[in-house]
């Protein structure tokens, strides 16, 4: 089953910790990319990467940071997490040569108090 | 800079009714209009799509249209159910080899039985 995973799914953690969030795709794709979800705001994008070890900003990439080290993985780390990072994150996946469909997945609900 | 606005931000609607979505883009050369569908818990799942060569695009009791001269698109549920009951984002692609989307700031739509 095609499958963009993404963990933790619920994460209540303290101004300054760091953290990462993982995210993982069994489907191929070269295309990665975080976003955020505010209300009212809509989906907004973090960061991307089309492949391995190429990534790039997003328009919401203050405080945080990705690493593409293998195709499947694009964990998304907050190096010193603050209350303005509270929100839902996506990990989303795609093939550009295969269609369109971005694949999202279930959301991680992060809470920075 | 680009933008895609959204409207209604909430919307409700009797069973059996009609719904409309409508949204608004700014770049011009954008070329691809997905809608996407999220349940409450889930992450976003693509419903239907437009591309720029295209008028009008039906599947089932969902149907898109665009108008690329006035840049707008819309999305239109017929017969309505509570199962249709969800949150709707629009997006636009960025047609500058990145692939990236902007995506609307999204409408609940409330379906009553």
Redesign the interface.
């Known amino acids: 089953e095609a499958q ?1 995973t993404q963990n933790p799914r619920y994460l209540i953690t303290v101004t300054g910790k760091k953290l990462t969030v993982t995210c993982s795709q069994n489907m191929n794709h070269e ?1 990665m ?1 975080w ?1 955020r979800q505010d209300p ?6 973090i960061y ?1 990467s ?1 492949n391995v070890e190429v990534t ?1 900003k ?1 328009d919401v990439p203050e405080g945080y940071k990705v690493s593409r080290k293998e195709k499947r993985n694009f964990p998304l780390i907050l190096e010193s997490p603050s209350p303005n990072q509270t929100s839902l994150y ?1 990990c ?1 996946s ?1 093939r ?1 040569d295969s269609g ?3 694949y ?4 991680s609900w992060l809470t920075v108090v | 800079g680009e933008n895609v606005e959204q409207h209604p931000s909430t919307l409700s609607v009797q069973e059996g009714d009609s719904a409309v979505i409508k949204c608004t883009y700014s770049d011009s050369a954008s070329n691809y209009f997905p809608w996407y569908k999220q349940e409450l818990g889930k992450g976003p799942q693509l419903i239907i799509d437009i591309r720029s060569n295209v008028g009008e695009k039906k599947d089932q009791r969902i149907a898109v249209t665009l108008n690329k001269t006035a840049k707008h698109f819309s999305l239109h549920i017929t017969e309505t159910q509570p199962e249709d009951s969800a949150v709707y984002f629009c997006a636009a692609d960025r047609p500058s080899g990145t692939y990236k989307y902007i995506f609307g700031t999204g409408t609940r739509l409330k379906v009553l039985a």
């Open positions: 963009v295309y990319s976003y009212g705001l809509g989906l907004r994008q991307y089309m790039d997003g996506f989303a795609y550009p369109n469909t971005i999202f997945g279930e959301g």
